[in-house]
Each structure stands twice: as structure tokens, then as C-alpha cells.
RNA sequence: GCCACUUUAGCUCAGUCGGUAGAGCAACGCAUUCGUAACGCGUAGGUCGCCAGUUCAAGUCUGGCAAGUGGCUCCA
């Protein structure tokens, strides 16, 4: 007999050799059907999390604790999508004699598998076909079954059968190691786990349809992703799509468009955003908020053009690292002369850095810009506001001494985070991004810098108490970073804070300070930027926020509407009264209904409406209504007053 | 850059088998003067993304190019 432990602590004894399928179904038969795995761990254990997720119905043959893990655990969910996408496999099989499969994972939402058509064709069309085979082939209640195969005979196997791709994947596997899954007629190397059967599966919706390389390789081989997602009930794939639809509607291409903000055009070129008056005004008072914060972090405004010589990037070494993917350099009517446009604003900072002699006393020195640069992003990567060719950095450069990094690296972590708390952006990830270690050639600069650079970020951050990700490989070629990404309204994942060690620049630049000592010495950089730029903040908090933007923000920020014509003339007083205040007020006496102005003015999503008829214009007073909640009635100076006050809290 | 799909009025979208283009909203005019999310009537608006080809005839079929969308790769 073997002791099984439960998460509330309690213990029972079971046969060796019990499955999670049947400890579940000792409990309750309804606990067996909801549980998709089970999280394994064995006794004594004591690293964290739940342990080893496991298939229901491989046996446990000592004491362990054990967690069964149902739908609204993230691991069951993994579970279940990865199955999905064998069955996937299975009714492709069936549908497209011949094809040859890469991978096939689950994913944050759903699954998919890389597939080589092997001279078939699928479009989105042929979805409901593959969605129907793959219902059917559920219906056949499938077990998943596990095997250990010996290396040998994998390869064999799947030579065989032409699979070029999972001989590949076999070849890099350790003998011993190598395990199939069956599920009806599909065998697939898979580590596993899997659900038990797949009964379970009961709603499928494939997703869309794209390329992509395979392992990654741009020079290999494009296979064809198929994505899907499934559900155990029909009903929650309904309330997925529910779900989906509404976060498009929050997409910020669209609202950019409805809300007047920035558009594009194709004569203007791909990625060249063009902004509006009433993106603008936003733009202006992103901008202003960051400057008023950053004046009391001890920033110093700098201003620099947006072109450079073409030598000022051969000295920064971008122009070794991109310039054969960058707009190329201008050239001018003297001969031998090479510009270009401004694709980061680091190499300018450091030559007014060098533009006086430098004191420690000096230091740190912060130079701010909102810089526009300009990058010749790929055509295909190209993306609403969130990647452009054109955009402007609100960044700042650092000059400090070896001493004084990881100080000042942590007041950047406090202003990113003031930022983020003004914005309510909860849900971010900060990311170190560190050398990957088997490619150091990848990366300028010195081992010991590096070393050094990347254990004051480790050190900062977990002063400052960050939960971070570490990924190896995501470093810029200069040095590590901390990264703040926050995700879009269909959950993609964008950059916006970053902060960057750079030990390279100022050594490239010869930069230098004296010291107290009179030895010159060699600064330390750091590369910031708290919304990453201004377009893809813009963007994200767009989705955010759905437009509704808080009130410093709002482009408009007030619309007065008159009842009818006969009260115009007060709402222009008012109108006055309020522009006078710095209050971005404006009046809608369009000879429409009321109703109607009413919806429009919603639409664009501006946050104050102030009604004014019969009544208001004898007493002086306005209606107030925020984002459609009545505020009731005040005098027109009254509610300058409050509407400031509400503007203070949301800056606390 | 690569793969797939898309492109019709300012916007959102119909357009069947190839027979020469339609709606709603917006704009403009008239009427209306209105109390918290779309009043009514009328007018105007299109080289069907661009360029070739097939055809008696192309929005529709074929090819090329451009832009957009979803991914991949990339992201200083």
C-alpha cells in the first residue's frame, strides 16, 4: 500500500500501481469525469508547485502528494489542448493522405500543429471539414495510449512513414527517453502527458491558418500552422468567442480610427503613422506628464535632429550590426557624403555627453528626449501603432559611475513602476533579458561587463521586489535588459518599459569623467524608456482602456450641448468659461437631436458631457454626466473645481 | 522578407452562373428647435487597390505589383 496525499492535507492509502483515474473515481464518479491529469509529487519532495503533471492512467507506485487537476487549472488546460492537437493530427490524416507533421503544442490559448501539406491544399474553408472529422473521432472515445520506444525503432517507425521532421526531432532525443502516444490510428513521439480519452473533447473551433518556419529557421523549410482551440464544453466555446469578439471591438487600429486619432496612408509609406489633432493632444499630454516626472527625478531636456552622419553609427557599431537593414544612408549633393536617418538616439546623448569635461560631481548625468527614430522594420511585421517604422522614444540616457548603477537602476524601476500604477496596467511580466550563453559572439562588449551589467540588474530588481522571467538569448547586442511587457486586447505581448546596462557605448565613445581622485574614469550608461514609445503606449493603453481614457488624457475632454439653439449662446459661455481654465472643452449646437449628439459624442469617447437647456441657463448651473453616469447639477465655476479635483485623484 | 487570406462610396458591408454597381451610417440640402445613446424627406458621392491578360463582354476568371489582416522570422 502507498499513502496518497490530498492538497487539503488529508491522507488515504491505495493499492501500488493506482492510477489518478482511479483515485479520482474513489472520491466521486463526478470528480472522475471533470479531472483531465494529475500533478504528481513524490514524497519528501520539497521544490515548489504541484509537480509532475501525469496522465490519469499511468500508475503511481510510491507515497506522493497529488493534486487532480480539472479545467480551470492551467496545467489540465495544457493538457487538454495538447491532446487536442494529436486529434487534430488525426482527422488531417485522415482528410490529407501523405502530410508530414512538425510539432504540435498547446499554447496560451488553444494549440496547433506544423504540418507539411506534402502537395495539398487547406484554406480557411476546409475548417469546418477537419473541425467535423476531428468531432467524430472524439466521439470515438480514443484512449491515449503511452509507450516507451527504444531510439532505434522510433527512427525506423517514422522513416517509414516519411517523416522527415519527426526523425529529425528523434534524432536529437537520448535513447530512453522516447516515448508515442496512439490515439486511435495516430501515433505520435510526444512526451506527453495526455487526457485520458478523447471523449472529453467536445467543442473545436480552428482559428486561423499561417506559416511558419521549421525549428524556427527562416532558412528551412515553411511549414503550415494550423491553429485551434477546443473545449470539454460546447457552451464555454461559445463564451471564448463571446470573449473574442469584444476584445476586437477594443482593438486600437479600430478605435484609433473612431476616436479621431492617428491614421495611415500607403502613399506616405507602410508603417508611417499620421496623427491626428485629437491624437496629437494625447501625444502632447503623454508627453507632458513624463517631462513634469521626470523633471523631479533630476532628467535634463535635451534635443537632437533626426538624421546623423553616418560615421556617428559606425563609431556606435549599429551601422555593423543594421545597416544593411536600415533606411539607407542619404546622400548629398557634395560628393562623399553619407547621412542617416536616426534609428536610435544613444550615439547623439553620448556626444553631448563628450561636448564638456565631466566631474563626478557630474554624475549621474540623465539626458532626456522624446526622440523620433526611424527603423526599416520587416513589411510583414508591421502592426497598427504597435510596430512602426517611425516613432518616437520617450528615452533617456544615463551616465553614471560603476558605483552608482545599480541605485540609479532601481529609481528607473520605481518610475516605471509609478507609470504603470498611473495607468493601471496590473498584468505586466518583467522580463531580464540576459546573453544567450552557448552564442557570446552574438553580443559586443567584454565578459566581465557583462557579468557585471547583468547581476546589477538581477540584484536591482529583486531589491525592488519584481517578480521577473528570466529568458537567455533576449539581451540586446550591448547589453542586458529589463523589460516590462504588457499585453494587447486579444492577449499578444508587447514591450513597453525598458531599461538597459551599457558598457559598450561609453567605451566606444571614449567617454570619460575625472574623478575625485583626478583619474579620469569611464562611465557607465543606461538606456531607459518607461513607455517604450509613445505609439505602442499609446496603442496598448488604448486596448486597455477601451478609449476611455482618464480625463488629463482625453483628447476632448468636455463636450457642452445645448438643449436646442435657444440656449447656444450660454453653452458658448460655458464653453469659455471652461477653455479659460484649461479645461479641453468644446460645443456640439449642431442642429441634430439631442439623442443623437448624445450617442456621437459617447462614440468618441468623451469622458464629460455637460447639458445645458431652460432650466441651467436661468441659474448658471450645468448638467454633468462621466462616462454616462449622471454627476447631477453645479454652477458652471463649481464644476471647474470638481473636474480638477478629479483630474488630481486620478495623478495620485 | 516568408506563408495564407483580404482589398467594392469617407466608414461598415451586400453584389448569385462573367452581362457594365447596391444598402446603412457619414456628407450636403430641406424640414425640425428637441432634456440624456441614432427624427423625417431629399441630393450628391464609385476608373470595384493598381497594371496586364483571357473574353463579344470582367467587380466577378488568370498573372504581376501595391497595401491591409493573421502568423513565422526579426525587433538597436
Known amino acids: 500500500m502507498i499513502n496518497i496525499t490530498f492538497p487539503d492535507g488529508s491522507v488515504r492509502q491505495y493499492e501500488e500501481g493506482i492510477t489518478g483515474y482511479e483515485i479520482a473515481r474513489s472520491i466521486s464518479p463526478r470528480l472522475a469525469e471533470d479531472v483531465l491529469a494529475i500533478a504528481v509529487k513524490a514524497a519528501g519532495d520539497t521544490t515548489i508547485g504541484k509537480g509532475e503533471v501525469m496522465d490519469l492512467n499511468r500508475p503511481i507506485e510510491a507515497d506522493s502528494s497529488i493534486f487532480l487537476l480539472k479545467w480551470d487549472d492551467e496545467e489540465a488546460k495544457r493538457v487538454f489542448w495538447h491532446s487536442s492537437s494529436h486529434l487534430m493530427a488525426e482527422a488531417l490524416e485522415d482528410l490529407y493522405p501523405g502530410i508530414k507533421f512538425g510539432i504540435g503544442p498547446a499554447i496560451e490559448n488553444g494549440f496547433y500543429y506544423d504540418v507539411d501539406l506534402a502537395g495539398n491544399q487547406i484554406t480557411d474553408a476546409d475548417f469546418p471539414k477537419i473541425e467535423k472529422r476531428m468531432l467524430e473521432l472524439a466521439r470515438e ?260 559611475t560603476p558605483d552608482q548603477v545599480k541605485g540609479e537602476f532601481e529609481k528607473v524601476i520605481d518610475l516605471i513602476l509609478y507609470v504603470f500604477k498611473i495607468f493601471k496596467f496590473e498584468n505586466y511580466t518583467a522580463q531580464v533579458s540576459l546573453r544567450d550563453p552557448n552564442n557570446k559572439a552574438k553580443y559586443i562588449g567584454s565578459d566581465e561587463n557583462w557579468e557585471k551589467a547583468e547581476n546589477a540588474i538581477i540584484e536591482a530588481s529583486a531589491e525592488k521586489g519584481l517578480k521577473t522571467v528570466v529568458e537567455y538569448g533576449e539581451a540586446a547586442f550591448y547589453g542586458p535588459k529589463l523589460d516590462f511587457m504588457v499585453k494587447d486586447a486579444i492577449g499578444r505581448r508587447w514591450q513597453l518599459g525598458t531599461i538597459q546596462v551599457d558598457y559598450n557605448l561609453p567605451e566606444r565613445f571614449q567617454l570619460e569623467y575625472t574623478d575625485a581622485d583626478g583619474s579620469k574614469k569611464r562611465p557607465v550608461m543606461i538606456h531607459r524608456a518607461p513607455f517604450g514609445s509613445i505609439e505602442r503606449f499609446s496603442a496598448v493603453l488604448l486596448e486597455h482602456t477601451g478609449g476611455h481614457f482618464p480625463l488629463w488624457l482625453a483628447p476632448d475632454q468636455v463636450k457642452v450641448l445645448p438643449v436646442s439653439a435657444k440656449y447656444a449662446d450660454y453653452a458658448k459661455k460655458v464653453c469659455d468659461l471652461l477653455n479659460n481654465s484649461d479645461i479641453r472643452t468644446s460645443v456640439d449646437d449642431r442642429n441634430e437631436t439631442l439623442g443623437k449628439r448624445i450617442r456621437e459624442n459617447s462614440l468618441l469617447r468623451i469622458p464629460v458631457r455637460i447639458i445645458v437647456g431652460e432650466k441651467e441657463t436661468a441659474e448658471g448651473t450645468v448638467s454633468v454626466t462621466r462616462e454616462g453616469t449622471d454627476v447631477g447639477a453645479m454652477k458652471a465655476e463649481e464644476f471647474v473645481s470638481w473636474f480638477k479635483a478629479e483630474m488630481a485623484k486620478e495623478l495620485e
Open 141 to 400: 472515445k480514443q484512449e491515449f495510449v503511452r509507450i516507451d520506444v527504444p531510439k532505434a525503432e522510433a527512427l525506423k517507425h517514422f522513416e517509414e512513414k516519411g517523416e522527415k521532421y519527426k526523425c529529425e526531432l528523434i534524432n536529437d532525443l537520448e535513447d530512453g527517453s522516447i516515448t508515442y502516444y496512439t490515439n486511435g490510428h495516430f501515433t505520435d513521439l510526444c512526451r506527453g502527458p495526455h487526457l485520458r480519452s478523447t471523449e472529453c473533447i467536445k467543442a473545436v473551433k480552428l482559428t486561423s491558418l499561417a506559416g511558419a518556419y521549421w525549428r524556427g529557421d527562416e532558412k528551412r523549410e515553411q511549414l503550415t500552422r494550423i491553429y485551434g482551440i477546443t473545449f470539454p464544453k460546447k457552451s464555454l466555446l461559445d463564451e471564448y468567442l463571446v470573449v473574442l469578439e469584444e476584445a476586437k471591438k477594443r482593438d486600437h487600429r479600430k478605435l484609433g480610427k473612431e476616436m479621431e486619432l492617428f491614421t495611415f496612408s500607403s502613399r506616405v509609406g507602410m508603417g508611417l503613422p499620421l496623427w491626428l489633432p485629437r491624437g496629437s493632444v494625447m501625444r502632447y499630454e503623454l508627453e507632458s506628464f513624463l517631462r513634469k516626472k521626470q523633471k523631479q527625478y533630476g532628467y535634463l531636456p535635451v534635443v537632437t535632429p533626426h538624421i546623423g552622419s553616418k560615421d556617428l553609427y559606425v563609431t556606435s557599431g549599429h551601422y555593423a550590426k543594421y545597416g544593411k537593414d536600415s533606411f539607407q544612408p542619404i546622400h548629398t549633393p557634395q560628393e562623399g557624403e553619407e547621412y542617416m536617418l536616426k534609428p536610435m538616439n544613444c550615439p547623439h546623448h553620448c556626444e553631448i555627453f563628450r561636448s564638456a569635461p565631466r566631474s563626478y560631481r557630474d554624475l549621474p548625468l540623465r539626458l532626456a528626449e522624446f526622440g523620433t527614430v526611424y527603423r526599416y522594420e520587416q513589411s510583414g511585421e508591421l502592426h497598427g501603432l504597435t510596430r512602426v517604422r517611425s516613432f518616437t522614444q520617450d528615452d533617456a540616457h544615463m551616465f553614471v
